[in-house]
């Protein structure tokens, strides 16, 4: 295994060090000034990829991960949570700095100071062995999987509800090879639904736990997939959680999106109605409705493609008391929505804005547009276009995942 020295953390979660041949190594396991030995977990023509198997020498910032399977969910276990909020702070600064974008002056990195048992919603895999079915997870940089009781990330619901599933699957004698995931969330109630994802197109009934407010189990094609149904096969119970966001109620369901890290997406929520704020605002990749319905002062325009988060938004529209239009559809696709009268609210997937969203907004300058992202790579291309009519106004990181590398930050632009 050969030694390198790591120079830095990078966007993404890894250390990068140069290997003697001269060829970049991004490296899991590794933090800014350590010499590590590397065990290669991947090679292409430009870069390798490892896992730091050995720690030669180590930085003061290193601190003793609390799970094994910690490369696996959450890497950045091995820091401080000072030294993880840092390094978020200058992977934002740099990707911002390298193209030349001036942001506005921003304070350290946004969280509530809680580190673990904060996650709402965790898939599982499934394992089994001599001793029978357990819950796992996929290793890092392997085909393999690790045997897990639970996630120390996870609200303790979660993990509650995923053993109490486990159990009965276990009475049942189900095989592990017949299963794919469950995916499990909760609200800050503590209330749990899930979904169970099974190759068979026929599955034993199993019995709802009292760990579980409600339970659906799909059919997955074996060739898709963990966690893409593909036809419902049962349910049981009541699969609806409810949350308050800024005093507002929100409906969802087991299926449809919803924030992972509630107390810390009310703190951008807050951001956002102070900074962002309108009589009326178009909500694009609207999910359920949270960030629109929260902000609104008067009317709303929810765009969102997803059906089962769709008909999320209209529950949570019929209380809202803001005069609300849903609209199933791909933002790119209903582009006559983004309007110089209204306020633009982004909230895309990590592949950010597509590009005639991005010439819309620039053809008929809405006044104000919010772009909340959980990519600031992309985040950072898309405000490039923008700058050309739009000056940034305010600007936050917020940290939404304690423990990982992943980082979302809020830009509020102003039309110039």
Same mark, same amino acid.
């Given at each position: 295994?050969?030694?390198?020295?790591?120079?830095?953390?990078?966007?993404?979660?890894?250390?990068?060090?140069?290997?003697?041949?001269?060829?970049?190594?991004?490296?899991?396991?590794?933090?800014?000034?350590?010499?590590?030995?590397?065990?290669?977990?991947?090679?292409?023509?430009?870069?390798?990829?490892?896992?730091?198997?050995?720690?030669?020498?180590?930085?003061?910032?290193?601190?003793?991960?609390?799970?094994?399977?910690?490369?696996?969910?959450?890497?950045?276990?091995?820091?401080?949570?000072?030294?993880?909020?840092?390094?978020?702070?200058?992977?934002?600064?740099?990707?911002?700095?390298?193209?030349?974008?001036?942001?506005?002056?921003?304070?350290?990195?946004? =969280?509530?100071?809680?580190?673990?048992?904060?996650?709402?919603?965790?898939?599982?895999?499934?394992?089994?062995?001599?001793?029978?079915?357990?819950?796992?997870?996929?290793?890092?940089?392997?085909?393999?999987?690790?045997?897990?009781?639970?996630?120390?990330?996870?609200?303790?619901?979660?993990?509650?509800? /995923?053993?109490?599933?486990?159990?009965?699957?276990?009475? +049942?004698?189900?095989?592990?090879?017949?299963?794919? $995931?469950?995916?499990?969330?909760?609200?800050?109630?503590?209330?749990?639904?899930?979904?169970?994802?099974?190759?068979?197109?026929?599955?034993?009934?199993?019995?709802?736990?009292?760990?579980?407010?409600?339970?659906?189990?799909? =059919?997955?094609?074996?060739?898709?997939? /963990?966690?893409?149904?593909?036809?419902? +096969?049962?349910?049981?119970?009541?699969?609806?959680?409810?949350?308050?966001?800024?005093?507002?109620?929100?409906?969802?369901?087991?299926?449809?999106?919803?924030?992972?890290?509630?107390?810390?997406?009310?703190?951008?929520?807050?951001?956002?109605?102070?900074?962002?704020?309108?009589?009326?605002?178009?909500?694009?990749? /609207?999910?359920?409705?949270?960030?629109?319905?929260?902000?609104?002062?008067?009317?709303?325009?929810?765009?969102?493609?997803?059906?089962?988060?769709?008909?999320?938004?209209?529950?949570? $529209?019929?209380?809202?008391?803001?005069?609300?239009?849903?609209?199933?559809?791909?933002?790119?696709?209903?582009?006559?929505?983004?309007?110089?009268?209204?306020?633009?609210?982004?909230?895309?997937?990590?592949?950010?804005?597509?590009?005639?969203?991005?010439?819309?907004?620039?053809?008929?300058?809405?006044?104000?547009?919010?772009?909340?992202?959980?990519?600031?790579?992309?985040?950072?291309?898309?405000?490039?276009?923008?700058?050309?009519?739009?000056?940034?106004?305010?600007?936050?990181?917020?940290?939404?995942?304690?423990?990982?590398? =992943?980082?979302?930050? +809020? $830009?509020?632009?102003?039309?110039?």
């Amino acid at each position: 295994m050969e030694e390198v020295k790591i120079e830095k953390l990078v966007h993404g979660g890894q250390g990068l060090g140069t290997l003697a041949s001269g060829q970049k190594v991004f490296v899991w396991n590794a933090l800014p000034s350590e010499t590590v030995k590397l065990r290669i977990i991947k090679k292409k023509h430009s870069y390798i990829e490892a896992i730091a198997e050995e720690i030669i020498v180590s930085s003061s910032e290193r601190i003793e991960p609390q799970e094994e399977n910690y490369l696996a969910t959450s890497p950045w276990q091995i820091m401080t949570f000072e030294a993880e909020n840092k390094y978020k702070k200058e992977i934002v600064t740099e990707l911002f700095a390298h193209e030349k974008i001036n942001i506005a002056e921003y304070n350290n990195v946004v =969280h509530d100071g809680r580190q673990w048992q904060y996650r709402n919603k965790m898939e599982y895999s499934f394992w089994g062995d001599d001793n029978g079915l357990h819950l796992a997870l996929h290793r890092r940089g392997t085909h393999g999987k690790q045997i897990v009781t639970g996630s120390k990330l996870a609200l303790p619901a979660i993990d509650a509800a /995923a053993n109490a599933v486990l159990s009965e699957l276990q009475n +049942l004698q189900i095989r592990a090879g017949d299963l794919k $995931a469950i995916i499990v969330r909760c609200n800050q109630n503590g209330e749990a639904v899930a979904s169970l994802f099974v190759k068979p197109e026929k599955f034993p009934r199993i019995r709802l736990p009292k760990a579980l407010k409600g339970l659906r189990v799909y =059919h997955s094609n074996p060739k898709s997939p /963990a966690s893409v149904p593909t036809k419902l +096969l049962y349910e049981l119970g009541e699969v609806l959680l409810q949350d308050i966001l800024l005093d507002k109620k929100f409906v969802y369901d087991v299926d449809s999106f919803f924030q992972v890290n509630i107390p810390v997406f009310e703190k951008a929520l807050s951001s956002i109605r102070i900074h962002g704020a309108d009589v009326a605002i178009t909500d694009m990749y /609207a999910g359920t409705g949270s960030i629109g319905l929260s902000v609104a002062e008067k009317s709303v325009d929810l765009i969102e493609l997803d059906p089962t988060s769709a008909k999320m938004a209209n529950e949570n $529209a019929r209380g809202s008391g803001l005069d609300v239009k849903v609209i199933e559809a791909s933002t790119e696709k209903v582009l006559e929505y983004i309007t110089s009268e209204t306020t633009i609210v982004f909230d895309p997937p990590r592949a950010g804005l597509h590009a005639k969203v991005v010439d819309r907004v620039l053809e008929v300058l809405p006044h104000k547009v919010v772009y909340l992202s959980c990519n600031p790579a992309t985040q950072a291309r898309d405000l490039i276009k923008l700058q050309e009519k739009y000056t940034i106004k305010h600007f936050e990181i917020f940290n939404f995942f304690p423990r990982t590398p =992943h980082i979302e930050t +809020l $830009a509020v632009l102003h039309r110039k």
